[in-house]
């Protein structure tokens, strides 16, 4: 059954520390994505990649961290420099560049820092 | 650049009762259009795409034509039901990004 995980649902962390949300996908897509979710708002694009090794800042890339070493995992590290990192977390992947490939999404995380 | 408006919501009807959500968009060549659901506390679901003009997309009762002379996707359901009830985003993906660009999402609540 192919998909994408996120794991955990629900994360808890203290304010300094940094933490790393994971996403993994059996897909076989080569791209793979990082979004925010703030409530009542839409997604905002954290970072991509396009391929294995490779990966892109999106729109608030600033105070995340991401790697991409194999072409199943893009693990996300929101770090200590993020200056409001409460929020849900969405990893989505796409087969590939092509304008009518749709993005399949994971459950989320939600991650909440005290 | 490319961008996706979509109306605001909260959007609460009756069951039974026909629905429209407007989505707009502005971008350069052909691009893709696609209507996502997100349910409570989960992610996003593709719910319908169109990738050329005129193309109508549908799935669940729901449509959605891609018009190129209004630059419109407008989302419609002939007999919502409260199984509905989410929210839904309206999004593109241009020929020259591998970005999708999410419009804000329009909530919608339906009552028995």
């Known amino acids: 059954d192919g998909g994408i995980t996120q794991s955990p649902k629900y994360l808890f962390r203290k304010e300094g520390q940094n933490v790393t949300l994971s996403c993994e996908q059996n897909?076989?897509?080569?791209?793979m994505y990082w979004y925010r979710q703030d409530p009542g708002q839409g997604l905002r694009l954290i970072y991509y990649?396009?391929?294995?090794?490779?990966?892109q800042k999106g729109d608030i890339a600033e105070g995340y961290s991401v790697s991409r070493e194999k072409k199943e995992s893009f693990p996300l590290t929101v770090t200590s420099a993020q200056k409001n990192p409460t929020a849900f977390y969405l990893c989505?992947?796409?087969?590939?560049?092509?304008?009518?490939?749709?993005?399949?999404f994971g459950p989320g995380t939600r991650l909440t820092v005290t | 650049g490319n961008s996706v408006t979509q109306m605001e919501g909260p959007v609460t009807l009756s069951e039974e009762a026909f629905l429209t959500i407007n989505c707009t968009y502005t971008?350069?060549?052909?691009?893709?259009l696609f209507w996502y659901v997100q349910y409570p506390g989960e992610g996003l679901q593709l719910l319908l795409k169109?990738?050329?003009?005129?193309d109508k997309g549908s799935n669940k009762g729901f449509e959605a034509t891609y018009r190129k002379e209004t630059t419109s996707f407008h989302l419609e359901k002939g007999s919502v039901q409260v199984s509905d009830s989410a929210v839904y985003f309206c999004?593109?993906?241009?020929?020259?990004?591998?970005?999708?660009?999410f419009g804000s999402g329009t909530r919608l609540s339906i009552r028995p």
């Open positions: 971008a350069t060549g052909y691009p893709s």
């Open positions: 169109a990738t050329k003009a005129d």
């Open positions: 989505a992947s796409s087969l590939g560049e092509g304008d009518s490939y749709e993005q399949y």
């Open positions: 999004a593109l993906r241009s020929s020259s990004a591998s970005k999708i660009i």
């Open positions: 897909l076989n897509h080569d791209a």
């Open positions: 990649s396009q391929i294995v090794n490779d990966f």
